[in-house]
């Protein structure tokens, strides 16, 4: 029973590791240069949107996977506490 135990935790642990949240690596829509602007002032304009979008969502990632941590070992106790309370712990 122990060993099942053992198996079932590191199971667990790599569940959770493959469902951390990522920020994203670049844009998913392609945005091209108006009619009438110039290549080098849609590449100036291009970067600086960029770099804002970067700094809207910095540390968003790292914010979700810290709340889904917290979440899973709170339901890891409450998980051990009911067991041991219904008799798994004989």
Known sequence: MKQFKTVALAV???VLL?????T???PTVQVL????KPFDIFQQE????????????????ENANER?????????????GVG???????
Do not use: D, F
């Not at 291009?46 to 990632?61: D, I, L, P």
């Not at 889904?68 to 051990?80: C, D, F, P, R, W």
């Open 18 to 22: 493959q469902g951390c949240a990522q």
């Open 46 to 61: 291009n970067a600086y949107c960029k770099e804002y979008a970067q700094t809207q969502v910095n540390g968003q990632s």
């Open 12 to 14: 667990s642990a790599l």
């Open 33 to 36: 240069p108006g009619a009438h």
């Open 68 to 80: 889904a941590l917290g979440a899973a070992l709170i339901g890891a106790a409450l998980g051990t």
């Open 84 to 90: 041991a309370v219904a008799g798994g712990g004989r």
């Open 24 to 26: 994203p690596m670049g």
